[in-house]
């Protein structure tokens, strides 16, 4: 055995509360951090990395300060106060994605640097989740630049300098997604973050049902994949029409943890989960943790495993429950 590393795995809630300022999100991600720090005391061992779900900074842009009554009222809202750039959005087939470049700076702040503050302050890497953002850059005269007229689903990297190590976009869309105009990374852009903890990759929500991705992440030396997700559909029930089992069985047997076996690098695969409720807008899942039983890997999880868990191959550690916040801590050898 070599090196030992410790994860928190957030299984996030957030709330309309949540995304009325940036103060109030900070505060969110604050408590969230205070939470895993509370646990540390308690005798878990502080974390060398953290994980957030998919899409913890979506709303940012879309509430600003005011909630609507339903997502229709919502979007109809900010169609009426931007009513030009809409149409061109629209006509030019991206979508809704006018909201998310309405006020992108001021959206990529309030999210991000609440995350990067807590990777200092809690010396740790931390992965925020993701956001629908522009193309961004920085250089000394301007800051940060937009780059062009479209939106990817992002994530990134962040050190325990605070240091954004480089983002990934998500390649493989949801339908909802197409609609408001998001566009699909590329797998030619996927490469893992080579830190100190070794190669991490991150494969976003479905990117980490697609083997190809797997395959690339794994051909780079990737040892840890993080595939935060954000699931809108009801966990105990069928996914889709036509289809028998649940979506925790289709997710557990046949997502990223079932991918990772049998692969030459990979060794870990981290899966958090979002349990937010946003007007009607819902997310359910379970958090999960697999291990590839092929490469040699020691998990101490102060978690209680449920035995009807069992037949996933290579599964570890779960969520207890699939609409609650949790976090699931663990340390890992190797």
């Known amino acids: 055995m070599g090196y030992e590393i410790t994860v928190a795995v957030v299984q996030s809630g957030f709330h309309p509360e949540d995304y009325l300022s940036a103060e109030t999100f900070a505060a969110k991600v604050s408590w969230c951090f205070e939470t895993i720090s509370i646990r540390g005391k308690r005798g878990h061992p502080r974390p060398h990395l953290v994980v957030f779900p998919e899409l913890t900074g979506l709303w940012i842009p879309l509430l600003a300060g005011k909630i609507a009554r339903s997502l229709t009222a919502l979007a109809s809202q900010r169609l009426l106060s931007s009513p030009l750039k809409a149409l061109r959005s629209l006509l030019s087939g991206r979508g809704a994605s006018f909201v998310f470049l ?27 989740g993701s956001i629908f953002l522009p193309d961004l850059d920085w250089e000394a005269a301007k800051g940060w630049q937009r780059r062009g007229n479209r939106i990817w689903n992002s994530s990134c990297l962040i050190n325990p300098q605070g240091k954004i190590l ?41 990117d980490g049902f697609h083997e190809r991705a797997v395959e690339r992440l794994d051909r780079q030396g990737c040892r ?8 809108p ?31 030459e ?23 999960n943790v697999f291990v590839n039983r092929s490469r040699p890997v020691l998990l101490q999880s102060r978690e209680e495993f449920p035995v009807e868990y069992n037949g996933y191959p290579g599964l570890e550690i779960i969520a207890s429950c699939h609409d609650c916040e949790e976090i699931l801590s663990f340390s890992m050898e190797e």
């Not at 840890?224 to 699931?231: F, K, T």
Request: proline share 5%.
């Open 233 to 263: 559909k009801a966990w105990t029930e069928p996914p889709r029409a036509g289809t028998y089992v649940s979506q925790e069985k289709e997710w557990l047997s046949q997502g990223l943890g079932s991918l990772i076996q049998g692969r």
């Open 224 to 231: 840890i994949v993080l595939m935060p997700s954000a699931n």
């Open 102 to 128: 309405n006020d992108w700076v001021h959206t990529f702040h309030a999210w991000i640097e609440p995350f990067r503050e807590a990777a200092r302050r809690y010396d740790t890497f931390v992965c925020p």
């Open 265 to 287: 690098n990979i060794s870990l695969s981290i899966n958090p989960m979002s349990v937010s409720w946003i007007l009607e807008h819902r997310d359910e899942g379970r958090s």
């Open 166 to 206: 480089g983002w990934t976009r998500k390649i493989n869309l949801a339908r909802e997604e197409m609609v408001l105009g998001v566009k699909g990374g590329t797998l030619t852009e996927l490469t893992p973050y080579q830190t100190d903890l070794g190669n991490i990759g991150i494969l976003v929500c479905k």
